[in-house]
């Protein structure tokens, strides 16, 4: 689900509000695929990157990671606020 209000904090940056993909549909390319639409959805409302608050699980962060996320900068301080124990990172579109 994809937040198509901007974010304060960075330019041009819309916040991914959630991914889940069910543990038995997992590494069959369900989580790939909604990611990408997303992607595209961002991308057609003019943001450069994609924002993701992760659950600090190695599974999760490995998986935004393998995708081309890396560190947010700046970290949104609302959702570090609000998720405080996740790992925020940021997808350049």
Avoid: Q
Avoid at 21 to 40: H, I, K, N, P, T
């Amino acid at each position: 689900m994809l937040d198509l209000n901007p974010l304060l904090a960075g330019n041009s940056r819309l916040n991914l509000l959630g991914l889940w993909v069910s543990f038995g549909y997992r590494d069959r390319g369900v989580g790939s695929g909604l990611l990408e639409m997303a992607c595209d959805h961002a991308r057609a409302r003019g943001a450069k990157s994609l924002y993701v608050s992760a659950t600090p699980s190695e599974h999760t962060v490995g998986f935004y990671l393998l995708r081309g996320c890396r560190s947010a900068d700046p970290i949104d301080p609302s959702l570090c606020e609000a998720e405080p124990d996740e790992i925020h990172l940021e997808l350049p579109l």
